[in-house]
């Protein structure tokens, strides 16, 4: 067994030398440059694998550019009609001549007819005095003890009647006023006055009324 195992250690050893030569063979060869077919064959010896080194892919080639499509061009339109707006001209405007201004003349009138004269005045028929008496006195004048003086004309037409009779001044009450005026015309009766040719004419006269409270 002493021997088996010097036997061992001695191979150990060898093995060990064999190896440490070869290292030292190898990075010699590395450093000189020495061909790469001693590395392989001293690697095969130490059973070392060769690893090839796969050459790389080759560089794929870009894909092709999509192809062009073809735009079509717009299609042509006809540009719209021109409508021409037929120019409608204004109205006519007719504009009146206003008419000359006419300034009469002012024709002078032609001057009255003379008032006719009085041949002769009208005259009473009757007493003038008994035509407005105490009994005509107004029943309201009479609770008022209303007096006074009415003073009236009155016009006398062709026929002798009495017409438009007015107060020419006042009694200072308005029923005595208006009875003096109604009893001249109800009860006043003329004989028309003429005048030179001694046709009747229309005359006027005049007459105050003094009303006194009846006693």
Request: net charge neutral; aromatic share 4%; hydrophobic share 35%.
């Amino acid at each position: 067994m002493a021997y088996a195992d010097h036997s061992q250690s001695s191979s150990r050893t060898i093995s060990i030398v064999i190896v440490a030569i070869i290292h030292a063979v190898l990075g010699y060869a590395f450093v000189t440059g020495l061909g790469m077919k001693y590395v392989k064959k001293a690697a095969e010896q130490l059973n070392v694998i060769d690893v090839k080194e796969e050459p790389p892919p080759p560089d794929e080639e870009p894909p092709p550019p999509p192809p062009e499509k073809q735009v079509e061009p717009p299609p042509v339109v006809a540009p719209p009609p021109i409508v021409q707006t037929p120019v409608v001209a204004p109205p006519i405007q007719t504009v009146r001549t206003p008419p000359p201004v006419f300034n009469p003349v002012p024709v002078a009138a032609p001057p009255p007819p003379p008032a006719p004269v009085v041949s002769k005045a009208a005259g009473a028929k009757g007493n003038p005095a008994s035509w407005v008496s105490s009994d005509d006195y107004p029943a309201s004048a009479l609770r008022a003890e209303a007096e006074g003086t009415s003073a009236i004309t009155w016009e006398i037409n062709e026929q002798g009647r009495v017409e438009n009779c007015r107060v020419t001044s006042s009694s200072g009450n308005a029923d005595l006023d208006e009875a003096a005026c109604k009893a001249m015309t109800r009860r006043g009766r003329y004989t028309p006055a003429v005048d030179q040719n001694g046709s009747p004419i229309r005359s006027s006269q005049s007459r105050r009324i003094v009303w006194r409270l009846p006693q």
